[in-house]
């Protein structure tokens, strides 16, 4: 299983972790300050059943 995933930031275009929750369901929806410029993204995430795939797709907020 997948611990970690790696998103870019929709403000500064840096990479950043993340640690999605796997008993939080399939698609989750969460808010995660960037680790470099501080500013909100709005995660989409999608965990695949397979348990070793990971999608995420960052959005300002």
Known sequence: ??????YTCAYC???NVTFPDWSGGRR??????CTVCCQPNVLYVTLEP???TV???AEAG
Do not use: H, L, N, S
């Open 1 to 6: 299983m997948q611990d970690t995933a790696t």
């Open 50 to 52: 397979d348990g070793e």
């Open 28 to 33: 989750q929806q969460y808010i995660e300050d």
């Open 55 to 57: 999608c995420v797709f």
């Open 13 to 15: 275009g840096e990479p």
